[in-house]
């Protein structure tokens, strides 16, 4: 079925280093949502990002969204330990009022 | 806080029982869903709800079945259990349309079936 595909699959980098985490997906969105989980629990939404929009922050998150290439960008500035977690993607495709997950990036901030 | 409950953190239940799991949400969103997510195969969307007593199949509905009789809950129903449903499962709830803001998640019931 149709759903975002994360890129890398894995990261680890140094605390205080930027993290980028990229998506791709094949077919027109509505919008496309970036979630964490951490370890065991359940996702917490990040960022949503709107397919007539093609930047947005909060906080040390920045979200791009590229319709054209069908890609989205995830950066975490300054990363910290915290941020230790998975990150999934999840584009609403227009016509569907749901949210498919990809298998998403696994990021490890190391101190 | 707005908030998304599951009702257990962790269930044990035999092969063949019936296994609820409850979901309820106190935010008047309209949309609810339920995910499992297992090593390897991500999220997969199991149901989802549009409004009360409605209902739609995921990709992976077999073997499960869907209660929504008022509009804050939404129950998953596990006919009669089997191993391959050991998992851990995920309960979601969303405005829809104009309102969507992203998806609130509950904790997660990690279901064993022995």
């Known amino acids: 079925s149709q759903q975002g595909e994360e890129d890398p699959q894995a990261l680890s980098i140094q605390e205080g280093e930027n993290a980028t985490m990229n998506c791709s997906y094949k077919?027109?969105?509505?919008?496309l949502q970036w979630y964490r989980q951490n370890s065991g629990r359940g996702l917490v939404h990040l960022i949503l990002?709107?397919?007539?929009?093609r930047e947005k922050h909060s906080g040390r998150l920045r979200v791009t969204l590229d319709t054209s290439k069908k890609s989205s960008s995830l950066l975490i500035t300054a990363s910290r330990a915290a941020d230790t977690a998975s990150y999934f993607c999840a584009p609403e495709f227009q016509g569907a009022q749901k949210l498919v997950f990809g298998q998403g990036t696994r990021l490890t901030i190391n101190p | 806080d707005v908030k998304v409950t599951q009702s257990s953190r962790y269930l044990v239940k035999r092969t063949g029982e019936k296994v609820f799991l409850e979901c309820v949400q106190d935010?008047?969103?309209?949309?609810m869903f339920w995910y499992r997510q297992d090593p390897g195969l991500g999220l997969r969307l199991i149901y989802f709800s549009y409004d009360v007593k409605m209902k739609e199949k995921g990709d992976i509905p077999e073997g499960y079945s869907v209660s929504r009789e008022k509009k804050e809950r939404f129950s998953l129903i596990l006919e009669s259990a089997s191993t391959n449903q050991t998992s851990m499962y995920l309960c979601?709830?969303?405005?829809?349309?104009?309102?969507?803001?992203?998806?609130?998640f509950g904790s997660g019931t990690r279901l064993t079936v022995v």
């Open positions: 990002i709107r397919s007539n929009e």
């Open positions: 077919t027109s969105i509505n919008n």
């Open positions: 935010m008047d969103h309209e949309n």
């Open positions: 979601a709830s969303s405005f829809s349309g104009a309102r969507m803001r992203g998806y609130t």
